[in-house]
């Protein structure tokens, strides 16, 4: 069922592509931070039209990457679990998240022994939270935010670098279903992913490389790169309110709705 949600978002005042960690990133090609904000501001107010809670975190200078919040946190029953950045950097953003999280009366928080990027790989459902690993977040943080957030953690391997986050690869479209890109996965990865969700939606190579699967969707009303014609349709068959974005400025860093998106459980 569609509810309200509460996100956290951070606006990319300082957004810039001058440095690569993924292979969507070209620091020869740059990006422009004034077409990011408007883009992003569009996003935001599709949230709020939609009835969600907004919060905002202040971006900070040298964080170009600050503006990808799902990064920053996993927060599932109020407990909220730090990030811990694979690369150095994006590393000074897992505190100044934990940061904002303290300072609004958020509790208990945990700082991560182990490398992991939030929500851009813990994707959380009714009764499991899926976990990516392969390129950024390690196993060891899959076992670490079971033990303190109390929910099963399930592990997906990922194998293709375009889809370094789980997020990039996978949305829950509810708390029972996925939709979800199969090239992005192991072979084990898959089956598991089969065997979990018989009714997920598949989407093709092509609405996966426009970073289509980068969606946000509250249940009901699903937040979709504009590109990603055919999942859009395949959503709508489904009974799905699909709500276009272009994020185009800000997927020159590998980001999308999802990746500036993190959602406050309470
Ligand atoms: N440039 C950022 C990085 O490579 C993009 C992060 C996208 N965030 C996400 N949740 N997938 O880390």
Redesign the pocket.
Known sequence: MARSRHYLMCRPDHFA?TYA??P??DPATGADAATAVRQWEQLKDVYEELGHTVSLIDPIDGLP?MV?A??GALVVGGRVYGAK?A?AE?AAEGPAYLRWFTGNGYGPVMEPSWTN????DFLTLDEVILAGTGF?TSITAHKEAQEFLGRPVVTLQLVDPRY??L??ALFPIDGRTVAYYPGAFSPGSREVLGRMFPDAVLASADDAAVLGL?AVSDGHNVVLNVEAGELALELKRRGLNVIPVDLSELRK????P??CTLEIRA
């Open positions: 592509v960690i993924n969507w990133m990457d990808f799902a990064n950045f690369s994006r990027e939030g929500e851009g950024r370094y986050h997020d990039t980068n860093a590998g980001g999308g999802k990746c």
